[in-house]
C-alpha cells in the first residue's frame, strides 16, 4: 500500500487561503528558491500526483509552460503521472497531454491510487485534502510555512478533524524565511 503525502503552503497562523480564497499570500516570500533542493530531492521519491479541481486548473497554467531550466521542480511535476478528483470537468488538459479524471468520492479514489503507486502527493486542493484526512488516508503531511501573518482565513485541514499525532521526520529552513516541516501521521 502506497503513501498519501499532503503538501500545502500556509501562513505561519495556520492558514492555507486567506477568507476569500486568496493565496496571494504565498507571495510574502521576496525571494522563493525555486530550485530547492529539498523539494527536488522528495519529488525523486513521488510517483503520482493528485489534485482537486480548482488546483488542477491553477497547476494545468502554469506547470505546462513553466521553463525547467529556471524552475527544476517543473521537469517532475510535469513528467509525473496525474489525477484529478472531479465530478464535473469534462477534460483535464495538461500541455499536449491529458490528466486522468476521476470521477465519484475522491476519498475512495485515492485509496485506489495508493493500491497502484508507492507515493502520492496532494498539493493544496483544500477540500480534497479534507477528505482524505476525515477518512484516515493521509500518511505524511508536509508544510511549507511561509512567514507572514493573515489573521484569519481558511485553515489546511478540515475544522471537525479532531486531534491527530504526528511525528516531525524532517525540517529545513530557507534564507526567504520560510520553514518546510515534514510530520509523518502516527
Known amino acids: 500500500m502506497g503513501r498519501l503525502i499532503v503538501e500545502q503552503i500556509v501562513s505561519v497562523d495556520g492558514y492555507?487561503?486567506?477568507?476569500?480564497?486568496?493565496?496571494?499570500?504565498?507571495?510574502?516570500?521576496?525571494?522563493?528558491?525555486?530550485?530547492?533542493?529539498?523539494?527536488?530531492?522528495?519529488?525523486?521519491?513521488?510517483?503520482?500526483?493528485?489534485?482537486?479541481?480548482?488546483?488542477?486548473?491553477?497547476?494545468?497554467?502554469?506547470?505546462?509552460?513553466?521553463?525547467?531550466?529556471?524552475?527544476?521542480?517543473?521537469?517532475?511535476?510535469?513528467?509525473?503521472p496525474k489525477f484529478?478528483?472531479?465530478?464535473?470537468?469534462?477534460?483535464?488538459?495538461?500541455?499536449?497531454?491529458?490528466?486522468?479524471?476521476?470521477r465519484g468520492d475522491g476519498a475512495e479514489a485515492a485509496a485506489a491510487l495508493k493500491e497502484r503507486f508507492s507515493a502520492i502527493v496532494v498539493w493544496g486542493s483544500l477540500t480534497l485534502a479534507d477528505s482524505l484526512f476525515e477518512a484516515g488516508l493521509v500518511d505524511e503531511l508536509r508544510l511549507r510555512v511561509v512567514p507572514v501573518l493573515i489573521g484569519e482565513g481558511r485553515s489546511f485541514t478540515p475544522a471537525k478533524l479532531g486531534e491527530r499525532r504526528l511525528e516531525l521526520d524532517h525540517m529545513v529552513t530557507h534564507p526567504s524565511g520560510h520553514v518546510g516541516m515534514e510530520y509523518r501521521v502516527r
Not at 523539494?39 to 500526483?49: G, S, T
Not at 470537468?89 to 500541455?95: D, Y
Request: glycine share 8%; no cysteine.
Open 84 to 102: 484529478v478528483v472531479s465530478n464535473a470537468l469534462t477534460n483535464a488538459r495538461w500541455g499536449a497531454g491529458e490528466v486522468e479524471i476521476l
Open 16 to 80: 492555507a487561503a486567506d477568507p476569500e480564497g486568496g493565496i496571494g499570500f504565498f507571495e510574502a516570500v521576496d525571494e522563493v528558491d525555486s530550485n530547492d533542493a529539498d523539494q527536488l530531492a522528495f519529488l525523486e521519491h513521488v510517483d503520482a500526483i493528485l489534485l482537486g479541481a480548482n488546483t488542477y486548473r491553477m497547476f494545468a497554467e502554469y506547470w505546462p509552460q513553466a521553463d525547467p531550466e529556471v524552475e527544476r521542480v517543473a521537469e517532475p511535476i510535469n513528467r509525473l
